[in-house]
């Protein structure tokens, strides 16, 4: 233990004043210190070492704490890390038997692993981060506390006060990172069985010849994830959302192919009413310009003024009836789904932008989205309301 001298009076410090907590000489303590309470500087030197000493001991349970943390930690990222690669690996084994009729599908179920399941490695480098970080504060504190040791008394006794306000903001956070629970998934597994290959090949096929298919990516894998409540909503999360999506995909091919369907009948039906229309107008114009010959021969022999007023009203009735058969001389195109008529020469892209927007489930007047809440049947008296409205 080595001594200081006094910076005022050039004397040793060895002695203690309690009441300013603080190392003074002979001098100060007749001076200015000579009312306070003084105590040996060895017997405080002891204690107050002592007690830094017990400091240091008592960080021991919180480094090994956080080790076992780091390690249950690694042990676990690295379990996900292989256990990932692992079924990366038994995707790739399992589809290589099959053609190339299922590339696709292998591409799809590996986009699924690294968008869904790789992430999740990141809650792992997460904690690790954080462990570090809080045994790197604590190093450091063992580094100053040792280091203030190896210095002389004053010191030592002068920095015991701001050692225990590390010491005690060091095991706060300490005792916080040790309490955050974490408990790693034991098992993350992927299982692709032969039957259900054989059945989703067959179901391709199907789908090929217009049929409809049963097999999905849900029914296909099979995850198993233990002890992780969080891990496993994210991957129910993950079977939902696939279920729905190929479930929306396959009733949208089905509407395209029925809303297909009913454009070419509409095109068919358009064009047997245009010819069908022509062919009566060329009929009934025909049969008028008989009758009005038949009728100017008959009243030849009449009066000029009557002649003209006859021509005239027979005139003026073929002038109706070419008015009327021009309202229906160019057909139209009818919506499938709401109804409504377009010109028989209405751009073709409009016109199958429309019918697509009722499809999506767009109202083709206001925009508006149709909501899950909301059925077809009322989507579709929403647009008949604004057809009725500009009527």
């Known amino acids: 233990m080595s001594s200081a001298e006094c910076t005022d009076?050039?004397?040793?410090?060895?002695?203690?004043?309690?009441?300013?907590?603080?190392?003074?000489?002979?001098?100060?303590?007749?001076?200015?210190?000579?009312?306070?309470?003084?105590?040996?500087?060895?017997e405080v030197y002891k204690k107050r070492k002592g007690r830094i000493q017990e400091l240091i001991e008592s960080t021991k349970p919180w480094q090994a704490a956080i080790e076992e943390n780091i390690d249950e930690v690694r042990s676990s990222r690295q379990s996900m890390k292989e256990t990932v690669e692992s079924m990366k690996a038994q995707i790739d084994e399992t589809f290589k038997k099959w053609s190339d009729d299922l590339e696709r599908m292998r591409e799809m179920f590996q986009r699924q692993v690294d968008e869904h399941i790789e992430p999740l490695i990141s809650v792992f480098d997460d904690r690790l981060a954080v462990l570090n970080s809080a045994m790197t504060e604590i190093n450091n504190l063992k580094t100053e506390m040792n280091t203030t040791l190896s210095k002389d008394t004053v010191t030592v006794v002068q920095l015991c006060g701001s050692m225990e306000k590390s010491y005690e903001k060091v095991g706060k956070k300490a005792k916080e990172t040790i309490a955050v629970s974490f408990i790693a998934p034991k098992t993350l597994r992927m299982n692709i069985s032969a039957p259900w290959m054989e059945e989703a090949i067959q179901n391709i096929k199907l789908l090929e010849h217009g049929q409809e298919k049963e097999t999905s990516f849900a029914r296909g894998v099979s995850m198993i994830v233990e002890e992780n409540e969080s891990l496993q909503r994210v991957v129910d999360d993950l079977r939902q959302n696939v279920a729905e999506y190929q479930s929306r995909m396959d009733d949208t091919e089905r509407r395209k192919e029925e809303i297909s369907y009913q454009l070419e009948v509409e095109r068919?039906?358009?064009?047997?009413?245009?010819?069908?229309?022509?062919?009566?107008?060329?009929?009934?114009?025909?049969?008028?310009?008989?009758?009005?010959?038949?009728?100017?021969?008959?009243?030849?022999?009449?009066?000029?003024?009557?002649?003209?007023?006859?021509?005239?009203?027979?005139?003026?009735?073929?002038?109706?009836?070419?008015?009327?058969?021009?309202?229906?001389?160019?057909?139209?195109?009818?919506?499938?789904?709401?109804?409504?008529?377009?010109?028989?020469?209405?751009?073709?892209e409009l016109f199958d932008n429309h019918v697509m927007d009722h499809m999506e489930g767009i109202c083709p007047i206001c925009r508006m989205t149709?909501?899950?809440?909301?059925?077809?049947?009322?989507?579709?008296?929403?647009?008949?309301?604004?057809y009725e409205e500009n009527e």
């Open 268 to 348: 068919i039906k358009n064009d047997e009413l245009t010819n069908e229309i022509n062919r009566m107008k060329e009929q009934m114009k025909e049969a008028w310009k008989t009758q009005l010959d038949d009728l100017k021969a008959k009243v030849v022999q009449t009066s000029a003024d009557q002649m003209e007023n006859v021509v005239r009203h027979f005139e003026n009735k073929e002038k109706s009836l070419s008015r009327l058969l021009d309202i229906h001389e160019d057909p139209t195109k009818l919506c499938p789904v709401c109804s409504k008529s377009f010109p028989i020469d209405v751009p073709e």
């Open 370 to 386: 149709k909501g899950e809440n909301m059925s077809d049947n009322d989507f579709l008296r929403h647009v008949n309301a604004h």
């Open 9 to 42: 009076h050039k004397k040793a410090l060895d002695m203690f004043c309690v009441n300013c907590d603080l190392m003074v000489c002979s001098k100060c303590f007749l001076s200015s210190h000579s009312k306070h309470r003084i105590l040996e500087t060895e």
